[in-house]
């Protein structure tokens, strides 16, 4: 893992709090509140009792989608691929988080299992600082994802997408050229380029 | 929408930050953090950018899951319905949250819509306090859902699941009953059953 990827995994483990998302057997979109019980350069841990639907999602579809709001306005959102870890991982995860100790006493702990998020790629998003930015991460072989726009040599320089950008986060030049790590990727740009210069990055 | 839902719908509009989750196109799971802008009689409210795969996902499904945690680690989770609303409620949105004027000034604001989740189902469980609890809610139609385990007639009295609940949340009797709002959900009951008498009530 690198250490930008570690700065994220790390920022998740610390905010704890997190909402985790799969899709159940019908197609559905499910989420609900979870704790990064710890993360290591091995990736992110999650626990799930056998009997809770989420358990199932995550067994059946190997993924989880986890999203966080951090301090200051600056929020995590990630996918990743995940499987059941060894025993030893939910006695550590036990170790770590002693307060779960009080809701699965004893050997109790046992209807759970850890789950270990062992790759995947996300971006963190700070809108409270001007400009805001974003960066992508990720970490055990997985792709970072860049949504957003570009725009290509198409561009007639006419300034349309610059004059419509909520951030003004578009240089003008040969083509103009937007700052991903500043952009809203709002699409405004996409919408008022006469040209059609502008490429979405993402389907 | 009864009481009980209006309860967690201005649950959801004062805690604000909320995760969304959608399906994409793949069939991936995705989340981000979103705020509930408005809540009221009709539902709750959202906004997207037409250029963002969150947009799109919520147009192609015409669903999207929110979770967000509460003071006290209180939480709630919730899958619904959705679909855009006219022009005026993104007007209303800005109106109630002045702040987005910060990030969309002006017109510009009009590259977003304003999503109306006009039906759902959702649950609010509190693991702090002892015991611990949870409550479904609905609205718009849309059922509750129980997801959870259920002690039928072919329980034998044994209490192998009373003796293995991490919660003792079942009480004694001819059948033995879970108390279904102090129920972690976590299956113990199910896997200790002699008897098979525990039957799921989700897929």
Redesign the interface.
Known sequence: MDAKAKKYVDLFRSVK?????????????????VNVMLADDSGMYLVA?????FY?QMVE?G???????CPECQ???F?GKCRIADKEWLDRVFEENPGLNE???GK?RY??DAFHVYEGQGEWFD?LHHP?SREAFSYGGAEPEH???LITEECIECGSCLE????QCIEAGSPYRIEWQHC?????C??ACPAGAVR?L??
């Open positions: 709090i997190a909402s985790a998302a799969t899709v159940d057997e019908k197609g559905h979109p499910r989420t609900r509140i009792s056998k009997g809770k639907p199932k579809t993924e989880v989608a986890l999203s966080a709001m929020s995590l959102k996918l809701v699965y006493p109790t209807i759970l809108l805001i949504s957003g726009f419509t950008c909520p951030q809203l990727q709002c699409g405004a996409f919408d979405r993402h389907p």
